[in-house]
């Protein structure tokens, strides 16, 4: 089974490619024209095993949000269809990863339900010219792509920047365990349903 996608999106405000492999081994090339991003989406690829080719441009004269929150709907997309008919999946992954002083959790279910719990609470929400709350419409755009259930919660921490790696890292543990092939299903699709 090969699980791989490609996209190409283009709007008046982004211009996005990306190429994902969900059985990789977590090789990357990323250029977003956002620094933060090309480093979270880097150790994304890395920490869950994943191989990731992007490259972006958009509007960021104006700001970030647009290029951030399309790349949360290309990267859904890819997710999406590289999973194809999500037969044998584990379906389940959760995963608690700490980054010095932030500790972060993320629990997400390949559900086809879109849905974001994400309960992260700052007092500064700048690392660099970064907005970390864009981190949110990041990870909203790519559960609405992907049909995922996600629960994002922070447990601690201070540094925007902290938390965000602490979350990104966990999405990628979570996604990669979610995403494993459970044997014992003989290939069925993990719902008492029948359906994903």
Known sequence: MVRKASIHRKTKETEIRLDLNLDGAGASEVSTGIPFMDHMLTLMAAHGFMDLKITATGDTEVDDHHTVEDLGICLGKAIHDGLGKREGLRRYGHAVVPMDEALATVALDISNRPFLAYRVQLKENKTGTFDVNLVREFFRALVVHSGFTMHVDLVSGY??????????????????????????????????????
């Open 159 to 196: 540094d925007p920047h902290h938390v965000a790696e602490s979350i990104f890292k966990s999405f990628a543990r979570a996604l990669d365990q979610a995403t494993g092939l459970e044997p014992r299903l003989g290939g069925a699709v993990p719902s008492t349903k029948g359906l994903l």
